[in-house]
């Protein structure tokens, strides 16, 4: 792997003595990592059912270093999130509770945001934003497979979120757009578009998106800005910048856990690959003063037509009857204290429940995804290793009861999708762009 040379220069004037350490780890092999997702699944019990070796990661309960696949059925399921280490510093670093207002500044593909949304328990409003349509896309398919039901999946300029809500959010995470230093190692394809100008570019951006995240952050809320760089320009200097440009916010010293190194700026955290097991990360969280908090009027909602409410009964063994957010002929369960979003790019408000068709309701996938075993009055439970599992993953039809409705199929007691048994058959719900070739 070659390095650029201004980028070596660089390192050596930061890192000092330990600058030969810091090259060596450039002959390791990339950290990888999996998070377990907690809204389906206790870590401990992951570990058991694992099929790959696990070691735990420090600062994150959930984490774990390891080789995992992204098409074993597991994954599918949304059991985990494959996160390298130091990325999953950031969720228990802001720390978000339920019932809280939470917001993902800059989200795709959802690694953060998902653990965010774990750590809210499928309570209170989270907010997923991602300014790439496309890259929006991929984090709504990650928010539906980990099975999270309070998130607003929008794609949006920063500056629109702020116009809309103002100082709203409890909690808010800038997990910026950096020069992405600390994924030389894993993606090296990345090393050719470094240049000297880099760095500098990058921070006038961070400063950009830091002074519209400072305004929808509420009095008494934290913000937290993170980067996968080394460069001082992007982290030490850009949170100090961003604290003599915003007196109304103060810097909140992050505990040290082990792996966490001290940033050149006391209380900001650094993870180094010489280090720790992770890649590299920066952390810097900040805390406002005041108590100034706007209030939105709330998202209207409608009681649930009849079609899914006879769905429903067939479906669910304890249905709730709760309103929904009708939206042409598709039902969703916006999250909790929802405000009116109208004016914004929204992909997904909580969660899908479905379509009408006439007089029939047709499920969606991020519903099932949703579910725990048990939830689902017709289950079809099978192995990760057994055939038919690969056979519904791939798309096909599996032999069934002569039963009539919809129903979930299991993986190793987790839903991976929907399934609706037709005249001795199991006709496969797995949306097309989700099944293994
Ligand atoms: C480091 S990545 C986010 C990774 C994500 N938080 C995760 O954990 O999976 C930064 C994201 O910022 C987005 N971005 C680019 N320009 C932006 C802007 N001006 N404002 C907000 N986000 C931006 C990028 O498209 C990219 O998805």
Redesign the pocket.
Known sequence: MKLPDAFLANMKELLGDEYGAFLASYAEKPERGLRVNTLKIAPEDYRELSPWPLTPVPWEAAGYVGAAEGRHPHHLAGLFYIQEPS?MAAAGTLDPKPHERVL??????????TALAARMENTGFFVAN???PA?ARTLLSNVERMGIRNAVVVSE??RRLLDHFGPYFDRV?V????SGEGMFRREPEGIALWNGKTNEACAQ?QS??LDTAAGLVRGGGRLLYST?TFSPLENEEAAAGFLARHSDFVLEPIAPLPGFSEGLLPGTVRIWPHKAPGEGHFMARFRKKGEEASRLPELALDAAPKPLREFAEGFFTASEEGPVLPLKESCFVPPEGCPRLSGLRVLRCGLALGEVRGKHFVPHHAMAMALLKGDARRELALAADDPRLLAYLRGETVPGAPDRGWGVVLVDGYPVGLMRESEGIYKNGLPKGLRLY
């Open positions: 990325a993902d500044l800059s989200a795709a593909p959802g690694g953060k945001a991602e300014i790439v890259r300029d920063p995470l997990d910026a757009p950096c951006r950009r998106i996968c």
